[in-house]
DNA sequence: TTGTAGGCGTTATCAG
DNA sequence: CTGATAACGCCTACAA
C-alpha cells in the first residue's frame, strides 16, 4: 500500500495525498476528507524511509553507551530518557552498545553503521574511551558526555565532578576525617581519570592530605567495588572514609564490609556516585554524588539538537554534580 | 557523496559501482580495484535508507520494552543482548519504552511508529500489557515475551515460571516453612498473574497450604517491595518465609527488614526473581529464581527472526527459568 | 487548488 | 561483464 493506490482510490492525484498527509493547508477540504478515509480504512502509514530520502532527512538520532552497561542501571535510565526526549522531537534513536573493553575500535564501527542509516547526528556516552573517534571520518553532528577534553568541530557536554565532591570531602571532613580513601576504576578511562582529579582537587581545597596509597585502582563494577574495597582493608593502615568512583562499585564494597562485619555509617564512612534509585535500598541507604541519567540524557539531547538545527548558541555544556547525604556515613573509628 | 559520483570519478557505470559494493562476483577486477579506491579516498558509505528502499528490506527490528524498566537494570540487559543478537545478524534495533502504566494505547503507538519505519519485526517485551495490541492493525511479524495466551497469529515466547517456583517451594519446605507469603506485583499484568499462578501450583504440588492473607499485592518496585513486606509484617502472623515477584522488590523487602532489625537468611527466608548480577551484593547474597533477560532476549531475537525469514519450524517456545540457592533463606523462626 | 514530471540513492532487469 | 533504464515510495517545484 503506497501513496499512488490511495490516491487511485480516492481518485485524486498521489501529490495530493501527499498534501493530505503532510498538513498542507491549501487542500479542498473535501479532497482531504475522501482521502483521509481511503487512508483510515485501508490503514496506510507512509513509508518513513522514502519520506527520509526524498526530503533528505532521516530523523534519527544514534545513541552509543557502552557495552559494560549490561549490569549498570545507569546506562538503562540514560538510553530511556534520550529516547524520551527524542520522540518528543519527533525523531527515532538507533542505540548502540559499544563493547569499549576487548574491541578498542568498536566505536567508530558502530558510529559507521549509524552512519551509513544517515542519523542526523550520534551522541557518545561511553564516558571515557571515545578518543579514537577523533581520526575516523564521521560525517554528521556528534556530541560527547563527559570527554575529557574538547575535541575541534565536537560538542562536548562536561562533567563538572567538584561541586559534588567538594560537599562530599567537606561533610567528612566536618565529621573529621583525615584518611579518605578512594575506589577509583580503570584511569585508562578518560571519566575516571576526571573523577580522580577532581577529587584531588577537592582534597587540597578542604585542606586534606591526599595520600595516593589509600586509592585502589579497580573496575567500576559490582565485583570491582568488592575486590577494591578489599584491598584498602588491607592495608596497614586502612582509610576511615572511602569514597567510589560509582555506586555499583559502592555496593561491591558494600558486600566486602558485610563479609569482614564491617558497616558502613557506623565502622567506616562510604560514598558512591551516580545516585541510582537502588541507593536508598542499600544497608544502610547510600549517601552518594549525584549523577543524574536524566538530566545527562536531557543535556546530551538538547545538544545534540542544537548541533543538527544549527540553533547552537553555546559552545560548551556542563552538568554539575552534586551531593546526596545518606547514611552511609560516620565519624572515624578509633 | 553517492553512487554516481563514484562511478564518475571511477569512470564506470553505477551499476557498476552497486556490484562492487554489493561483491558481486563477475565484476573484472581491475573494474572492482579502481572503484574500490575511490570509495576509500571518499571515505563512501551506501546509504541505508535508499537501499532498503530499492530492495524492500529495512534490516531492522522494533523492541518494546516497558518504560518502568527505566530504574529496572533487568530491560537494560534485554535491550543489550537483543541488539547484540541483532547485530550479528545484520539486523539494527529501533528501541521503544512504552508508558504502559498512563498510557493504555502507547505499545501500539509505539508499534506503528515503527512500523513506518519499516522495521520487519517488532519484539513486545512489556510482560503483562500487551493485549491491547490485539485489535490495533500491524502488519508485521511480532513475537511477544510472556503473554499469559497465545494470540492468533502472534508468536509468543512462552515464561515457564514453574520450574524456578516449584524447587524455590520445595527448598523451602524442607527447611519446614508452613507459612510462605508472597510479594506480588500488580495482578492487572498477565506476567504478575502468571507467577502467582505458579507459585499457587508449586505450592499444591509441594503439599503446603495456601494462604491468600499472606499474599501482599504491591509493585514490582524498589518501593512497592519496601511497601508490600511491611504489609506482611504487620499481619497478626506473618509467613516464615517470603517470594517476591522480581529481585527489584526483594531489595525493596531487604529495606523494611533491616529497618526493623530482621534479617533475611536468619529470621525470615527470602526469594527474589529475575538473578539480576545486584543479587550477589545484597547482605545477604539473594536466592532467587532465574529469569535470565541474556537467554530471553536470545531465545525472542530467534524467534522473530525465524517468523521474518519464513523458516519458523516451532510454533511456540519456552523459557524456563530456575532456582539459584543463595543466602537468603532460613529454618523458620519461632 | 490540483496534477505532472523529476529527483532522492539504491537495486534489478535487461540488452549489448 | 558492462551499462542504460526502470523501479522503490515519497516530496516538491512548476505548470495548468
Known amino acids: 500500500m503506497n501513496i499512488r493506490e490511495i490516491a487511485r482510490r480516492a481518485r485524486v492525484s498521489h501529490s495530493t495525498v501527499s498534501r493530505v ?19 483510515d480504512q485501508v490503514g496506510y502509514r507512509p513509508n518513513f524511509q522514502a519520506r527520509a530520502l526524498a526530503r533528505g532527512r532521516s530523523h534519527t538520532f544514534g545513541l552509543i553507551v557502552s557495552e559494560l552497561s549490561g549490569g549498570n542501571p545507569f546506562f538503562s535510565e540514560v538510553i530511556l530518557y534520550f529516547e524520551r526526549a527524542a520522540v ?15 574491541r578498542p575500535d568498536h566505536v567508530a564501527v558502530c558510529a559507521a ?19 579514537q573517534l577523533a581520526d575516523c571520518q564521521i560525517q554528521v553532528p556528534m556530541v560527547y558526555a563527559g570527554a575529557d577534553h574538547d575535541l575541534p ?15 562530599a570531602i567537606k561533610h567528612l571532613v566536618e565529621f573529621g576525617h583525615q584518611r579518605i580513601g ?3 576504576g580503570k584511569l585508562s578511562w578518560s571519566s575516571m581519570r576526571m573523577r580522580y582529579e577532581s577529587l584531588r582537587r577537592a582534597m587540597k581545597i578542604a585542606g586534606v592530605h591526599f595520600d595516593k596509597n589509600l586509592v585502589a585502582e579497580c573496575d567500576h563494577t559490582w565485583d570491582g567495588g568488592a575486590q577494591g574495597m578489599s584491598v584498602l582493608l588491607n592495608l596497614p593502615k586502612p582509610p576511615t572514609a572511602v569514597l567510589c568512583c560509582n555506586d555499583v562499585a559502592a555496593v561491591g564494597a558494600l558486600k566486602t564490609l558485610a563479609g569482614r562485619g564491617l558497616h558502613a555509617g557506623k565502622d567506616i564512612a562510604l560514598i558512591g556516585l551516580d545516585d541510582l534509585p537502588l541507593c536508598r535500598f542499600t544497608q544502610p541507604a547510600l549517601t552518594t554524588i549525584q549523577f543524574s541519567p536524566h538530566e545527562l540524557a536531557g543535556l546530551v539531547f538538547s545538544a545534540l539538537l542544537e548541533q543538527v538545527q544549527g540553533t547552537a548558541q553555546k559552545t560548551n555544556y556542563e552538568y554539575k554534580t552534586r551531593f546526596i547525604l545518606r547514611e552511609s556515613t560516620c565519624a572515624p573509628r578509633a
Open 182 to 184: 578512594y575506589l577509583s
Open 113 to 131: 553503521r549509524m552512519q551509513e542509516r544517515q542519523v542526523e547526528g550520534i551522541a557518545v556516552m561511553t564516558f571515557g574511551m571515545e578518543e
Open 153 to 167: 568541530g565536537v560538542r562536548n557536554v562536561r562533567i563538572n565532578y567538584l561541586p559534588g565532591f567538594r560537599d
Open 21 to 39: 498527509i503532510n498538513q498542507v493547508q491549501t487542500v479542498d477540504p473535501r479532497l482531504v476528507r475522501r482521502v483521509q478515509a481511503v487512508i
Open 88 to 102: 518528543e522531537q519527533g525523531y527515532e534513536v538507533l542505540v548502540s552498545f559499544a563493547d569499549i573493553e576487548t
